[in-house]
């Protein structure tokens, strides 16, 4: 084993600086702009607001292909686009904080941040916001009564998987925690 002497120590600080950066502006990110709850923010409320965010949450497949075609921004936002977002950026907080320590226990540090970045694919691959979105598109460009019950059943497979209309999620956001 090779004993670190101050200069090595300095220069290797040195050398993740840019990675402690940017750990602390995802981290920055995170809790300003991009908080759990982002959809809070965008209730039409008193006539003040963003967008004119429904009352009740969309939980039919047919209820989200309706809110995506009167406005996909708010579909992607009540959807959980930015929890996606939220997890991707949190996976740069996981490399800063293994640079800032794996020297204390390698080992550790690498099962940790591996596992971190296990939950994050988990979540990015049950995440089913752009998927809805382009079921919802193509549901409305399809005329036939058989085609745009095709294209339900496939949205409420989906939601099977990954809805926010509904407390339980599916096993794709609880495996990622």
């Known amino acids: 084993a090779r004993c670190c002497v101050s200069g090595d120590v300095q220069e290797t600080n040195a050398s993740w600086k840019w990675l402690y950066y940017a750990g602390g502006a995802s981290l920055a990110a995170m809790v300003v702009l991009l908080r759990r709850f982002f959809g809070v923010e965008l209730i039409q409320f008193n006539g003040f607001g963003i967008f004119d965010v429904p009352e009740t949450m969309p939980t039919l497949a047919s209820e989200w292909f309706l809110l995506f075609q009167q406005d996909r921004f708010l579909g992607l936002v009540l959807f959980g686009f930015f929890d996606l977002i939220n997890y991707l950026l949190l996976g740069v907080v996981f490399l800063a904080l293994y640079g800032a320590l794996h020297r ?10 591996a596992l971190g970045f296990t939950g994050i694919a988990v979540y990015a691959a049950s995440h089913q916001a752009f998927g809805m979105l382009s079921l919802s598109n193509t549901y409305a460009t399809i005329s036939s009564d058989s085609g745009r019950s095709l ?7 989906l939601l099977a998987n990954h ?15």
């Open 104 to 113: 204390t226990n390698k080992s550790m540090m690498l099962t940790a941040t």
């Open 163 to 177: 809805n926010p209309g509904k407390l339980q999620q599916g096993s794709g956001m609880y495996v990622s925690f």
């Open 151 to 157: 294209y339900l059943a496939a949205g409420e497979a």
